[in-house]
């Protein structure tokens, strides 16, 4: 190991769970456009859902699918690996 450097932290490692670094901030920078004026004023209308105006239902909705987006990508990384919280099943003879 060269001077200066260190290794990472347990868990940080290429083999670590969880989602990619890069799905993360395309998630992060996707919330942050979903939720500013220009997309929001799209929704600003006097159209109701089931009585509830529509921008409420669009601001749900687009947590909502922030949410499962974000649930996908932590599911899809960590599919192959063996679960921390579960032994390892034994071999058959």
Known sequence: MSPGRTEPPEGRGP???GPDRQALIALAALGMLAF????LAVWDSETTVFGVPLLPVALFAIWGALIAALAFASERRGHNAASPLLPAEPDEP
Do not use: H, K, M, S
């Not at 500013?36 to 997309?39: H, Y």
């Open 15 to 17: 083999d670590r769970q």
């Open 36 to 39: 500013n004026f220009p997309l």
